[in-house]
């Protein structure tokens, strides 16, 4: 049964623990339609593990989930259906050909297309190195293609999917920054005003792409606010390395 849609994405009372350590702590969260949305926290505040909840990936001990108009988990894969994922480790099929996982099942797309996003995105440099270019094979789990080319093969396949939302889990911890430049032009020049864009991760081009951020600490949501109120106080703690974003500060700040 289908949802009134009051947010893209709603989590209420979210908790999930896994041998007896609370991974996520009673997180309720809002995402509106459109939204540009970015989520920090120090490894281990459960940042993984709520994005794995709200796709219907992992079962959550407590709490209802929507995404778009559907409930998760109940209609989790209706629900993934409409978004493109690049998660921290990387999801390609080794039984298909690099133009299999740039496609993912699309069809109609030339190989011109494709090789002008690979241009552009920085996967020219692999293709090249192969006599088979796009048919080349990504079995052997992805031999010879590094972690970084992966990252880029996710990237340029949502790019061509356009999927209605985006879900980025890290995806610049394996590029360098002229390749985190590159992409980023990318990003900004072709996701649509009516597409949603989530994303975690620090650095600092990625962090040009959200305007809202929320920050997590031991597995709660503990400040929320647009992007130039928090980011001083996230980048304040990366300097530090003394956390703010505790349990113990209080509840979770709106700003």
Known sequence: MRLTPLALLSVKGLKKSYGGHLAVAGIDLDLAPGECFGLLGPNGAGKTTTLRLALGLTQPDNGTISLLDFAVPAHAREARARVGVVPQLDNLDPDFTLR?????????????????????????????????????????????????????????????????????????????????????????????????????????????????????GAGRLVLDGPRDQVLPRWQAYLQERRSPFSPQSGAKQHI
């Open 100 to 216: 299999e996982n740039l496609l993912a099942a699309q069809e109609n797309v030339p190989d011109s297309a494709l090789l002008e996003l690979c241009q552009s995105i920085g996967l020219m440099p692999l293709i090249n190195a192969h006599n088979e270019g796009l048919s080349m094979p990504l079995h052997n789990s992805h031999q010879g293609v590094s972690a970084g080319q992966r990252q880029l093969i996710g990237l340029a396949r949502l790019l061509l999917r356009q999927p209605r939302i985006w879900l980025l889990d890290e995806p610049f911890a394996h590029l360098n920054a002229p390749l985190r430049h590159r992409v980023l032009d990318l990003l900004q020049s072709r996701i649509r005003p009516d597409q949603t864009l989530i994303c975690t991760g620090d650095q600092k081009e990625l962090l040009q792409l959200a305007q809202r951020f929320v920050v997590m």
